[in-house]
């Protein structure tokens, strides 16, 4: 794609990256007691791929160019989370510690504001320390990804 820059002289693709993605189906034996490799997969486009840069057989996003990303990520699961963050490139990255949990269901969403480079890759991490085998739930309302380029 072709690089613009606005008038403010930030640089901008032609479609700015920005993707929406939601959970299809019940997902069953994710791992919330992982850390850093055990991401929720996220397989089907609520909004248009501008650029194609989520990939729905791995729930990852991949960064274009580099700057200033925003990701809202939520997940409906058969028990409690405690935490989340963003799995950046294989790694824990953008980490937020407020808790958050109820009777046998959850519901844990975060907001991200994220500097990344090019070709990084993003994905969503839900944890809670003791299960290992749970579902997340389809649910387009509640089991989602969204994201995209600031500047």
């Given amino acids: 794609a072709v690089f613009q820059i606005d ?4 640089v901008t693709k032609p479609l700015q990256p920005a993707f929406g993605a939601y959970r299809s189906g019940s997902e069953t034996g994710y791992n919330p007691a992982g850390d850093f490799g055990d991401i929720i997969t996220y397989n089907a486009e609520m ?3 501008r650029n194609g840069d989520f990939n729905t057989s791995t729930g990852l996003f991949t960064c274009p160019v580099d700057g200033i ?7 409906y699961l058969s028990q409690y989370v405690t935490q989340a963050w963003l799995v950046i490139n294989g790694g824990r990255g953008s980490y937020n510690d407020f808790g958050v949990s109820t009777q046998g269901n959850a519901v844990f969403s ?3 504001y994220v500097e990344l480079d090019a070709n990084d890759t993003v994905g969503y991490h839900v944890y809670n320390g003791s299960d290992t085998s749970v579902t997340v739930y389809a649910n387009a309302n509640h089991t989602y990804f969204r994201g995209g380029l600031l500047y």
């Fill in 110 to 112: 975060a907001l991200f």
């Fill in 47 to 49: 909004e248009t791929d």
């Fill in 7 to 10: 008038s403010a002289g930030i």
């Fill in 69 to 75: 990303y925003w990701f809202h990520a939520s997940a």
